[in-house]
């Protein structure tokens, strides 16, 4: 629940790291140790095959990185995502239903805390100002991923729902979408779009109401937040994304090296942009060529096992959450691997989540 919420009352970025560390990350290696059994069953996991290729070919290119940040520490990100998968995984097998429910709890406090944050932005905004939310959170876009995961969360718990009329999740989802238009930010929308669209093959009938009330939810974006959704064009991404590739281009097969800062020089921008604003081309060119397979390769495992396991409504709801998170991704994002933070809530936890889940199924299966 910390991992979850966290960001929404702790006092910064810091503290919601540390408390990670603390909660989550110390008890998955302990469980390392005291159930080493249970541990490996994620080298059953594909996509526990290809994680570790993809960390050591990111350590690799430490050596011809140009990144001013302390190697050592550089080194650990890559293990704190693996006791990530390695928490999770215990936790699913320990108890599944313990597990969902946590998630559901969690969400629900994510709701919570996005109705709290709405109070606040609507009566101490100005016109022009955009929702940044509470606690560590202190970027509308940033803070949109993690409202986009958790409307993700509730949209697919009530589409895979054989109960229709179940409206709980809906009620979750009101405040959270809410929230998320008064960020302003569009990358969220094309991610709960893609959702909407892989739910439509998974189930149509609920999946074309939400296209319908989506339609109008942007229809009333536009009317509220006209400056914001419309004026801002397509925010320079063409130009961006091909100064991108252009430099990834000069370094193609090895990429420039895990954390190296890049410059985009954008003169419609009025400026000189550092951040690439696509999860992929941040992978291609800190990594090449070599990083971006293995990047895919892992996300092709993901899908490969959620496709095994597709009638299953907890696989959905995760598989919602990877589409949700790739989507977004397209958008924004350059920090594909970083200390938990925002950017874990497109990448790292749907992922996590997801092989958890397969681990406990296959289990269940062969149980």
């Not at 998968?85 to 969400?107: I, K, M, T, Y």
């Not at 969360?153 to 179940?166: A, G, T």
């Not at 400056?227 to 130009?239: K, T």
């Not at 977004?328 to 350059?334: K, L, P, R, V």
Request: with cysteine; charged share 10%; proline share 5%.
């Amino acid at each position: 629940m910390v991992l979850l919420t966290g960001l929404f009352w702790t006092k910064g970025g810091s503290q919601y790291t540390k408390l990670f560390y603390g909660l989550f990350a110390v008890p998955a290696l302990l469980s390392i140790l005291v159930a080493p059994h249970t541990a490996a069953r994620l080298l059953r996991e594909p996509t526990m095959w290809v994680f570790p290729l993809l960390c050591l070919w990111l350590l690799t290119s430490l050596y011809w990185s140009t990144s001013d940040d302390d190697i050592s520490g550089l080194g650990k990100r890559p293990f704190y995502v693996l006791l990530l998968f390695v928490g999770c995984a215990f936790l699913a097998q320990r108890d599944e239903l313990r597990f969902w429910n946590a998630l559901h709890l969690s969400a629900a406090l994510g709701a919570l805390a996005a109705l709290v944050c709405l109070v606040q932005f609507f009566t101490t905004h100005l016109p022009t100002q955009r929702l940044v939310g509470t606690g560590a959170l202190s970027n509308p876009l940033l803070t949109s991923h993690v409202l986009g995961f958790l409307c993700t969360f509730w949209l697919s718990s009530w589409l895979v729902c054989s109960e229709r009329h179940n409206w709980v999740p809906v009620l979750m989802f009101a405040p959270l979408f809410a929230a998320l238009i008064a960020t302003g930010s569009r990358t969220p929308m094309l991610g709960l779009t893609a959702v909407t669209l892989f739910m439509l093959v998974r189930a149509p009938k609920g999946a074309s109401l939400v296209l319908a009330f989506g339609a109008l939810g942007a229809l009333v974006s536009v009317l509220l937040y006209p400056d914001i959704l419309l004026q801002r064009g397509l925010s320079f991404r063409p130009e961006l994304w091909m100064d991108a590739l252009r430099q990834a281009s000069e370094h193609p097969i090895l990429g420039y090296g895990y954390d190296t800062r890049f410059a985009f020089d954008i003169p419609a921008a009025g400026g000189v942009l550092s951040d690439p604003h696509n999860v992929e081309l941040a992978v291609l060119l800190e990594l090449g060529a070599v990083g971006l397979c293995l990047w895919f390769a892992m996300y092709g495992c993901i899908f490969q096992r959620c496709f095994v396991h597709r009638h299953q409504q907890k696989i959905k709801v995760a598989s919602a959450l990877v589409i949700y998170g790739l989507a977004a991704g397209m958008t924004e994002g350059s920090s594909f691997l970083s200390r938990p933070n925002e950017s874990w809530f497109i990448i790292w936890i749907p992922l996590a989540i997801t092989v958890a889940l397969t681990i406990r199924k296959d289990r269940s299966i062969t149980a």
